[in-house]
């Protein structure tokens, strides 16, 4: 089961599709360091990056249809 603890929810992130602030960053399984996560969703995107023991993935195109 996963785990996770709030960071912060003010943070601040640039990725290739841009920039975003006000920020959910969590941590994701804490007490598994080969499973740790540091998440960030964007407010109106979703999850942007993520962090891990293996690399980082970042959001680097945005599509809004309407």
């Known amino acids: 089961m996963d785990t996770y ?3 912060s929810v003010t943070d601040e992130v640039s990725v290739p599709a841009g920039s ?3 920020c959910l960053k969590l941590l994701e ?3 598994d ?5 540091i998440i960030l ?4 995107v979703g999850r942007v990056t993520e ?3 293996s690399g980082q993935l970042q959001l ?3 599509h809004v249809y309407e």
């Open 5 to 7: 603890h709030v960071l």
């Open 20 to 22: 975003y602030q006000g």
């Open 29 to 31: 399984n804490p007490d």
């Open 33 to 37: 360091p080969e499973d740790t996560d």
């Open 41 to 44: 969703y964007a407010p109106g």
């Open 51 to 53: 962090e891990s023991t």
């Open 60 to 62: 680097v195109a945005l």
